[in-house]
């Protein structure tokens, strides 16, 4: 079959983001978009010949937009190309395929947690073999390619069955329909205790988990209900649907609330957990007690030996660079490595690929190890039902003890959605222009040690990013950065984060924004948040 080539021109505006080009559905349903930048992916990725994993977390647009790159991948001469039935595959589920099978990458269709439907956000990304995001390099040269793309390939063919199990070729490539989950459980299995986990679980531990009528419903029904034993109905919301069931499919306090409520008082669960639209990201809640990701994190490296995969230790962590501290002094007790990386899971792929860390995460509600090149939301809950089968302790009382071990570092991001861009660029223009300025001076009752913007240098291949964020270091451990989102789809995001630590076990039970309001003053004043942006308050608080 002859590929069918089409003129086009290029779209000003796909560059991609944090994690991938994120647009609203619309400026997706426009002809050409999509084609473009999946043409651009083919151009500068060498896929011809070579097996391809596909799939997404079943937002509206999901399935049509499969049809369209199928067609492509095999005009393109891909030899192979992996699906998830249904179009359905998370994202640790995707780079759990690429490891396993050893495919030359793979094609995710997400807007994460941004809301789907019709007037919601729909995205894509490339992620290379090594199963993770693609680094900058890649993402550069495939922006460039759409900037200057004068036609794709196509082929002119029916829709494909996507729904069941099955093979079939599509032009000159194979096409396999696959289980989603399968994969992906069989690799949980080896990562955790399961025998611990269902003995827990038998034991009368009461647990939700929130699906939240996004991607994980399949993978959480097959691995928490059907392996592990817990009653069916322990997942909530488990049918992924195109709008998400008109909700907000992101695992927070402010998304999750129905959720949160069952964990409150005598009467509340032990523990309940919830994941986002493509499942890579986890919220973690005990019984009256909200798990910080950033001190999930730190709890985790805690307690590395419990999981099967780690009995002699890990090697290292890493945190995004907003993320708290309080991982920094587990890793200074354990006596292994610390990495600090900008914003974004790619940045955590090249140590994990060199074997220096096991577990890494972003306060974004992000939990991963080196078992995939994504963030993990099952992950993360697994890993949490592991320890409490060990421990035996209620979360609350796991986490107060962690605390007054390591000290407590409160913790807040603030973010401000939709702010005119011009606006929030200069609000950050005007503060980078201050940093020299502001070390050894005073703020909020503190000594700044250290303010600059926020720069990296990969320890493995020397590649640089820079203007990451603003940090304003104080010396008694506390921070203020200052980030703008690369995620968000409207405006300018502006996103505050604040933290503080917090030594004396006996003054640990205040609320974060009380603990941390001396240093929220502190940023606008510095900022000049309110002048900047005409907002009075945060739209969102974590
Ligand atoms: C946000 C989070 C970041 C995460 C990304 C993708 O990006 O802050 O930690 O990696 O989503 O899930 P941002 O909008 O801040 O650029
Ligand atoms: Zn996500």
């Given amino acids: 079959m002859q590929p069918i080539r089409v003129q086009t021109t290029p779209f000003d505006d796909q560059k991609p983001g944090t994690s991938g080009l994120r647009k609203q559905v619309r400026v997706f349903q426009q002809p050409h978009y999509l084609e473009n930048f999946v043409q651009s992916i083919f151009d500068t990725q060498a896929l011809a010949g070579a097996t391809l994993v596909l799939g997404g977390d079943g937002r509206y647009h999901n399935r049509q937009a499969i049809q369209t790159i199928l067609r492509m991948a095999a005009a393109n001469g891909v030899a192979r190309c992996l699906v998830g039935q249904g179009g359905i595959l998370s994202t640790p589920a995707t780079s759990c395929v690429i490891r396993r099978r050893r495919t030359a990458g793979g094609i995710i269709l997400s807007a994460s947690h941004n809301p789907g439907g019709p007037d919601g956000d729909f995205g894509i990304k490339f992620n290379t073999a090594n199963g993770g995001p693609a680094p900058e390099g890649v993402t550069g040269a495939i922006y460039a390619r759409s900037r200057e793309i004068d036609h794709y390939l196509t082929l002119d063919t029916p829709d494909v069955e996507l729904d069941r199990i099955h093979q079939f070729t599509l032009g000159g490539m194979r096409v396999e329909i696959i289980d989603p989950v399968a994969d992906y459980a069989e690799l949980m299995a080896a990562q955790f205790d ?27 029904r097959r691995i928490l209900e059907q392996q592990l034993g817990a009653p069916e109905g322990t997942v909530r919301n488990g049918e992924p649907l195109e709008d998400f069931g008109g909700g907000h499919p992101d695992p927070n306090l402010a998304h999750a609330a129905e959720l949160v409520a069952l964990t409150r008082g005598p009467e509340g669960l032990d523990f309940a957990a919830a994941s986002d639209g493509d499942g890579d990201r986890n919220m973690i809640l005990g019984r009256d ?6 001190d999930s994190l730190a709890i985790l490296a805690a307690n590395a030996t419990v999981f099967p995969p780690w009995r002699e230790g890990i090697p290292g962590v890493a945190r995004s660079m907003p993320t708290s501290q309080a991982v920094d002094r587990v890793a200074a007790r354990l006596g292994i490595a610390c990495y600090e990386t900008p914003t974004g899971w790619k940045f955590f792929g090249n140590l994990l690929d060199a074997g220096r ?45 962690h605390w007054a071990e390591y000290g407590r570092n409160y913790y807040s991001r603030h973010d401000y959605e939709a702010v005119d861009k011009a606006a929030a660029e200069a609000l950050m223009a005007d503060l980078r222009a201050r940093l020299p300025d502001l070390a050894g001076t005073r703020l909020a009752g503190r000594v700044i040690r250290l303010a600059d913007d926020f720069s990296y240098t990969d320890p493995i291949d020397g590649s640089v990013a820079e203007r990451q964020g603003i940090r304003i270091l104080f010396e008694d451990g506390a921070r203020i950065v200052f980030r703008l989102s690369g995620t968000g789809t409207v405006g300018a995001t502006l996103r505050l984060y604040l933290e503080s630590l917090e030594t004396d076990p006996t003054a640990q039970c205040q609320d974060p924004q009380q603990a941390l309001a001396e240093l929220i003053a502190a940023a606008d004043e510095l900022a000049g948040i309110r002048r900047h942006t005409g907002r009075e308050r945060p739209d969102v608080i974590t």
Avoid at 204 to 218: E, L, N, Y
Avoid at 289 to 294: A, L, Y
């Fill in 194 to 220: 399961f025998e611990a986990i269902r003995a827990l679980l038998a034991g009368g531990f009461r647990m939700a988990f929130d699906a939240m009528h996004a991607v994980t419903g399949p993978y959480a």
């Fill in 289 to 294: 007690i909200f798990v910080t990701p950033s």
């Fill in 357 to 401: 860390i096991a577990f890494c995460g972003e306060e974004s509600f992000g939990t991963g190890s080196s078992h995939v090149r994504e963030k993990d939301g099952l992950w993360a809950v697994l890993a949490w039902l592991n320890l409490l089968a060990v421990r035996r302790q209620p979360v609350r009382e796991l986490v107060r003890a």
